[in-house]
């Protein structure tokens, strides 16, 4: 992995320090460290440093692949030691930016990323311990007073089709029933109609 990180990056001779707080804990017993906003108290040279760099390179590249601007999601590191699993880095992704479409894709872009960073480096199952979310819009969540109790007892539902069109409409999805075109005069469609080959269709 050092490899393939330094061909990426290059290595750096850049030893900055990292700043320890309260009494002196020895780094196997540091369980735990403090979420940090970058990786400027990480040596860049190091193992921890280029894993660093690179879960930044791929959550931007991951951003802008998907369309979003690069802003809306940051990422915080912390390093742990896990008696099980030794060594490595949990992940919180941090929400900048209030976004009703991103809340949705909250977990489909966690999988998306993950997928991205194990395909890149496949170590990254060994030392990648966990990712999490943060929700932390900067004044653009519109979403700020609790509503009424009602509101969750009165949670909307998918429609209901009745039992003839669901059972048709089953039997098209399935390819067991085929409605031929030729069969349907010009300008008689009926909503239902194209519903149904919309169905078949997908």
Not at 7 to 24: E, Q, Y
């Amino acid at each position: 992995m050092m490899s393939l990180i330094n061909r990426l990056f290059g290595s750096r001779n850049a030893a900055s320090s990292s700043k320890s707080t309260g009494k002196g804990v020895a780094a196997a017993d540091a369980q735990a460290s403090r979420f940090e906003d970058s990786c400027a108290t990480i040596v860049d040279n190091s193992e921890s440093g280029m894993r660093c760099q690179l879960v930044h390179v791929l959550l931007r590249d991951e951003l802008r692949r998907h369309g979003m601007p690069p802003h809306w999601v940051s990422c915080q590191i912390q390093l742990v030691v896990s008696r099980r699993r030794g060594p490595g880095m949990l992940l919180r992704l941090v929400v900048r930016h209030w976004d009703d479409r991103l809340i949705r894709h909250l977990l489909a872009f966690e999988k998306s990323f993950q997928a991205e960073l194990e395909r890149f480096e496949p170590l990254a199952k060994e030392w990648l311990h966990g990712i999490s979310w943060q929700i932390e819009p900067l004044n653009t969540c519109p979403y700020l007073v609790m509503p009424e109790k009602a509101y969750w007892q009165k949670a909307p539902v998918a429609p209901v089709m009745r039992p003839r069109e669901a059972s048709f409409s089953a039997a098209v999805a399935a390819g067991a029933v085929t409605v031929p075109v030729a069969a349907i005069a010009p300008g008689t469609e009926s909503s239902d109609i194209q519903q149904i080959f919309a169905i078949r269709d997908r």
